[in-house]
């Protein structure tokens, strides 16, 4: 079955950094799209970055330039590197696989102090 173990959250002062990985099984990884979602307090899950099985990506406006989402399909993991961090992005990051359906994983909990 879908199996995505997410890890790499924690306590980070603003402006500092964070390296979320996820670490994916049970699907082919290499032809699959995959994304990092957040949920922060008082609003919906969105979607932050996603990456194609081709390395295309795509950010949220509020991270662009801030967060880089990367691939390793040797190792079947997926990574999310997170730069000039605010306390507005605090939040439960999850992995997600998108396959004909959207897999996630546990989540993994950022939380950016002022």
């Known amino acids: 079955q879908v199996q995505l173990v997410e890890s790499g959250g924690g306590l980070v002062q603003a402006g500092g950094s964070l390296t979320l990985s996820c670490i994916a099984s049970g699907f082919i990884f290499s032809s699959n799209t995959m994304g990092w979602y957040r949920q922060t307090p008082g609003k919906q899950r969105e979607l932050v970055a996603t990456?194609?099985?081709?390395?295309?990506?795509n950010y949220a406006d509020s991270v662009k330039g801030r967060f880089t989402i990367s691939r390793d399909n040797a190792k079947k993991s997926v990574s999310l590197q997170l730069n000039s961090l605010k306390p507005e992005d605090t939040g439960v990051y999850y992995c997600v696989a998108k396959l004909r359906a959207d897999y996630w994983g546990q989540g993994t909990q950022v939380t950016v102090s002022s």
């Open positions: 990456i194609s099985s081709r390395g295309s990506t």
